[in-house]
């Protein structure tokens, strides 16, 4: 049966609130995911700790679909609108263990395609990132140290539910993944103005990586040497360089394109 809230002095009230910080979040294992439309891509094996909703939600919707997989409390609006990160809160949340992907695992399709990023700062362009890596069927995301967390909220709005549909590793050492990619025979391809390789001349049916940079510097010249080719994306307009996120996505549906053939 569904519990009511009725004050901010309320444990689980406090302990949600809580959720807004990063260190809080790490701690647990957990993060949140707000909205009827984001919760509704959560998979049914995935961990859910339990739901938070508002009275007007929970009378227009029920709580029994809630209630049969995980704890289940209401409050009101006024309460509800304290712990959400929207400016027009859809009257639901859920708190979610974060799942410990498995690298080993990522490695075992044949012709797998990934995702590097170093110091991707900005929320939507990560969120954005991951909702096209995964419409495109990208294999893994790997984020440097000094990205955004993933399990912020903005990240989380951004990806349109895609974090449920994959694997982001973070605080990676990008020189070792590179190492490790190498030792797969996986070229890795950086996403560089200076490239002098368009993507459309290369051969990404088989397996491949792409590195992509921050937003306002690029890749760092490191991280940039440890690619086996830097790769220019064409730009006949006088913009002087992309948004990291629609690199991203040209990079990533060039790939697509070749496999579709």
């Known amino acids: 049966m569904a ?15 809580g959720l807004n910080l990063r260190k809080n979040r790490d701690k647990e294992g957990v993060f949140v995911a707000e909205g009827l439309r984001f919760i509704s891509e959560i998979p049914l094996d995935w961990p859910v700790e339990l739901f938070l909703m508002t009275e007007a939600f929970a009378e227009e919707n029920g709580v029994e679909l809630f209630e049969n997989r995980a704890a289940t409390y209401i409050l009101s609006e006024e309460l509800f609108s304290l712990l959400s990160d929207t400016e027009n809160p859809q009257g639901v949340l859920a708190v979610c263990k974060k799942q410990k992907e498995d690298r ?34 990208v294999d893994g995301i790997f984020l440097s ?16 539910g895609s974090i449920f549909h994959v694997p982001v590793f973070q605080n990676i050492a990008l020189d070792d993944i590179s190492s490790e990619l190498k030792n797969r025979g996986i070229s890795l391809y950086a996403a560089h103005l200076k490239g002098e390789c368009l993507p459309y001349h290369l051969s990404l049916q088989k397996s491949c990586a792409f590195l992509i940079g921050n937003e306002a510097r690029g ?43």
């Not at 990023?117 to 990132?129: F, H, K, R, Y």
């Not at 993933?150 to 349109?160: G, S």
């Open 145 to 160: 140290k000094g990205s955004v967390d993933v399990y912020n909220p903005k990240v989380l709005r951004a990806t349109m």
């Open 219 to 261: 890749l760092s010249q490191d991280a940039a040497n440890l690619c086996d080719q830097w790769v220019k994306i064409p730009m006949p307009g006088q913009a002087e360089s992309l948004n990291a996120s629609i690199a991203a996505g040209i990079l990533l549906y060039e790939v697509v394109r070749q496999r579709l053939r």
């Open 104 to 137: 080993e695992k990522i490695w075992l399709k044949e012709d797998s395609f990934f995702l590097l990023a170093e110091e991707l700062n900005d929320p939507g362009n990560l969120g954005t990132v991951i909702r096209t890596a995964d419409a495109s069927g």
């Open 3 to 17: 519990i009511k809230i009725e004050s901010h002095q309320n444990k689980i009230f406090k302990r949600v609130k």
